[in-house]
């Protein structure tokens, strides 16, 4: 499957997913918000997808089973963040969306482990962003007491409602990221670093 062009014909499911990321990324700069009249068709497309397989479509090595699996895990690994406000429900739904085609397309366990690492990935180039944003505007120690404020509150607070709560009450201040941006690096340069950049 890896030794094809990414382009190929064959990773059609691939592609499209990667549309829909774009998308969402360009959506999610643009207004703040990735909609949901995007993000679930994804996921909705990407269960059909696994399904089709596995009634021989043969688009792919996953089936439904696999689409459920990346759904969950998308879910799951942005459901942390999410609590506490750290990011919006755009953006764990956007990463369902990711997870049901990769798991439909490759998998439970191949597409399990892309999930991860491009979500790894895709924090990494969160961090850059970030890092970028507070230099351009000179802010770091402003930033660092946000940063250590947060952390405080995961060690003082009595769970994770107040962790919330003390961050919702801090979001006027904050410089907001459309994540859905750096999560799209993410995903996509995985996926071209697994093919080798081979387009």
């Avoid at 459901?79 to 755009?90: E, F, K, N, S, T």
């Avoid at 979500?119 to 180039?125: E, M, Q, S, T, Y």
């Avoid at 850059?128 to 509150?153: C, P, Q, S, Y």
């Avoid at 962790?163 to 410089?175: F, G, I, S």
Wanted: charged fraction near 15%; proline fraction near 4%.
């Amino acid at each position: 499957m890896f030794d094809k062009p990414l382009l190929a014909w064959e990773n059609w499911p691939v592609v499209v997913i990667s549309l829909g990321m774009l998308a969402a990324a360009i959506i999610d700069w643009w207004k703040f918000k990735v909609p949901n009249h995007l993000t679930f068709p994804l996921i909705l497309t990407g269960w059909a997808l696994g399904l089709a397989n596995n009634f021989g479509l043969d688009a792919g090595e996953g089936g439904l089973g696999g689409a459920v699996v990346g759904t969950i895990l998308g879910c799951v690994l942005l459901l942390p963040v999410y609590a506490i406000g750290g990011m919006g429900a755009g953006d764990v739904k956007m990463t369902m969306g990711f997870g049901s085609w990769i798991g439909a397309f490759y998998g439970i366990e191949n597409g399990a482990s892309i999930l991860f690492w491009a979500f790894l990935c895709g924090v990494l180039a969160g961090g850059v962003i970030g890092l970028g944003m507070i230099l351009a505007r000179g802010e770091f120690r402003k930033n660092l007491d946000h940063l250590r404020l947060i952390v405080g509150d995961w060690f003082q607070s009595s769970g994770i409602g107040e962790v919330a709560d003390k961050a919702n009450a801090r979001r006027p201040r904050w410089h907001r990221l459309p994540y859905g941006v750096p999560l799209c690096i993410g995903f996509l340069g995985y996926l071209m670093y697994i093919y080798n950049f081979n387009f």
